[in-house]
Nanobody, 124 residues
Framework: QVQLVESGGGLVQPGGALRLSCTASGRSFGSYAMGWFRQAPGMERDVVATISRTGRTTYYADSVKGRVTISRDAAKNTMYLQMNSLKPEDTAVYYC?????????????????WGQGTQVTVSS
């Protein structure tokens, strides 16, 4: 089992940047494919980006492609989401998720472990 803790959210102006972190407790971090999801008020939770167990395969939602980079550091048991050129429509609670798999799925119901979420607000 793994516990996930997100950090790095906050208030940023349009065009600004944030780096979210998701730190996993326990061993076998390398066994988990992982993803970032977000949920805006009144909306469903949607995938933002995913990364395979090895880190070699990534996926980005069209809405963030070119502005966001997902990465992971096995030595730190941490996954990151670097977000640049932020827009007001990026405002949401961001969640990290993990599942024991090689490749990361796109649908939230396929993930077994979730963090508590971190708020990102993009506003002037």
């Amino acid at each position: 089992q793994v516990q996930l803790v997100e950090s790095g959210g906050g208030l940023v102006q349009p065009g600004g940047a944030l780096r979210l972190s998701c730190t996993a407790s326990g061993r076998s971090f390398g066994s988990y494919a992982m993803g970032w999801f977000r949920q805006a008020p009144g909306m469903e939770r949607d995938v933002v980006a995913t990364i395979s167990r090895t880190g070699r395969t990534t996926y980005y939602a069209d809405s963030v492609k070119g502005r966001v980079t997902i990465s992971r550091d096995a030595a730190k048991n941490t996954m990151y989401l670097q977000m640049n050129s932020l827009k007001p429509e990026d405002t949401a609670v961001y969640y990290c998720a993990a599942v024991i798999a090689l490749f990361a799925p796109f649908r939230e119901y396929e993930y077994d472990y979730w963090g508590q979420g971190t708020q990102v607000t993009v506003s002037s």
